[in-house]
């Protein structure tokens, strides 16, 4: 079982462009002696099969790697215990988390634990917070999510762990099939590259929603260097739902925000990076595309702004699940890795665009029931933090869990100051109070 050359594209683009996930989960309560919780949350992902995969590299990168099955080791798990371990104690440490990066080929996950946190949010007692760090080769948000719950319910199957999975070919085998493997790859390239050509051609049809306009970049699209700052507003989901779904709620209030926030930047030409979940493939393990949405931030009526944004959203959607979408995309799955990997060596992420896709990301994703326990503890919110790029200085997650839901911000120093990210916080708690009274 090989990645599929998106993952594996995410993958060697990791060491320029970091796109680890960090699905954080606060439990309040008595949840135990941290190294024995380690030794059950080990025994859990031991029974969970696709915990137990690490990738297996081709020599060379003649070839795509391939997912094998391993132990997993001690090392896949972290007890941070902080000098500070106050709720901003935490944002901070989770700052410096987020500089880490894995390597796939040791694991391409690692959870972290944080015990005896004080004044989190919605917890009276001290929280535990658990953190799984996974790389974007290995699962979207919707795939890490179901990861998460199924490693943190115990919900695994009991017994002597997980079936065995798959194993790695031997390296001549590897050769061999990588060899074997480039001239089918390049008559499908051809075939699939002129596929894509009518693709292209069905897409600029009148009838498809076009795609969206983009936006000029803004303070926040720019390099934020190697250092992350986090921030965190955790509210009841019906604060957001007064002007739709939890995402056009957070879309209507961040828009809000950035208005404000960047002052004399146009408002009409705001608008997000929203991923957008698609029908899995069976291939590849990131099933979603991007697209941009306006946010319509000139419009002062916040249920106004909310349809206007959940129309363009919907239009988006439109486009990015049209047949035409996958067979423009298709020929990725054929180019051979060493032609991928010599394209990759040479793209210039330095080149400051004309238009960026979004002024900032939101990701949104629902984690499930509010029912997880973890020793004697109780699940109270979870959070996310979508990752930087070299034009995106600033992103926001918006993770819910049972009724409550976490919008997170993430920049870096280099972005926004620590006076001006406490600035910025402000503003969206400000903006998310106006929606939850619309």
Do not use: K
């Not at 215990?81 to 989770?94: I, M, T």
């Not at 029908?279 to 702004?305: I, M």
């Not at 926001?396 to 869990?401: D, K, L, S, Y």
Request: charged share 20%; glycine share 10%.
């Amino acid at each position: 079982m090989q990645l599929h050359p998106s993952d594996a594209q995410r993958d060697w683009l990791d060491d320029r462009v970091r796109s680890d996930q960090f699905l954080l989960f606060c439990f309040e309560g008595p949840a135990g002696d941290p190294d024995r919780l380690v030794a059950e949350l080990r025994r859990r992902a031991s029974a969970v099969a696709e915990l137990r995969l690490h990738a297996v590299a081709v020599p060379g990168d003649l070839d795509y790697p391939y997912w094998a099955t391993g132990p997993v080791g001690a090392d896949r798990f972290v007890v941070h215990r902080l000098a500070d371990p106050s709720w901003p104690g935490v944002q901070e440490a989770l700052g410096e988390l987020l500089t880490d990066r894995l390597d796939i080929r040791a694991s391409p996950w690692r959870l972290h634990l944080v015990p005896g946190v004080t004044g989190a949010p919605r917890c009276a007692a001290a929280a535990t917070v658990v953190v799984l760090q996974v790389s974007h080769a290995f699962a979207d948000g919707a795939r890490a999510s179901a990861l998460a719950r199924a490693l943190l319910s115990g919900t695994a199957p009991a017994g002597d762990g997980a079936p065995a999975g798959p194993e790695a070919p031997a390296v001549p085998v590897m050769l061999l099939r990588a060899a074997a493997r480039v001239p089918l790859q390049l008559g499908s390239l051809l075939v699939t590259g002129a596929r894509a050509g009518r693709a292209e051609r069905e897409l600029a049809d009148p009838a498809v929603p076009p795609p969206a306009p983009g936006c000029p970049p803004s303070a926040v699209n720019t390099d934020p260097g190697p250092r992350r700052a986090v921030r965190t507003i955790v509210c009841p989901a019906t604060d957001l739902r007064t002007v739709g779904t939890v995402t056009v709620g957070a879309l209507t209030a961040i828009g809000s925000a950035l208005a404000e926030f960047l002052g004399d930047f146009p408002a009409d030409r705001l608008g997000a990076e929203v991923p957008v979940s698609l029908a899995g493939n069976g291939l590849s393990r990131n099933a979603y595309r991007s697209t941009g949405v306006r946010l319509f931030a000139h419009v002062r009526d916040p249920r106004e702004r909310a349809a206007a944004i959940a129309d363009d959203l919907a239009q988006r959607r439109r486009r990015i699940t049209h047949p035409a979408m996958d067979l423009r995309d298709r020929p990725l799955a054929h180019v051979p890795a060493p032609l991928l990997r010599f394209g990759l060596a040479r793209a210039d992420f330095g080149a400051v665009p004309r238009t960026v896709t979004g002024t900032t990301v939101v990701s949104s994703v629902y984690r499930g029931a509010g029912d997880l326990v973890l020793g004697g503890a109780v699940v109270r919110f979870t959070a996310g933090f979508p990752g930087l790029s070299p034009v995106m200085g600033l992103t926001h997650g918006v993770h819910g869990i049972g009724d409550v839901v976490t919008l997170s911000v993430t920049t870096s120093p280099q972005v926004l100051e620590p006076g001006e990210l406490d600035r910025y916080e402000t503003v969206l708690r400000a903006a998310v109070a106006q929606v939850a009274r619309a």
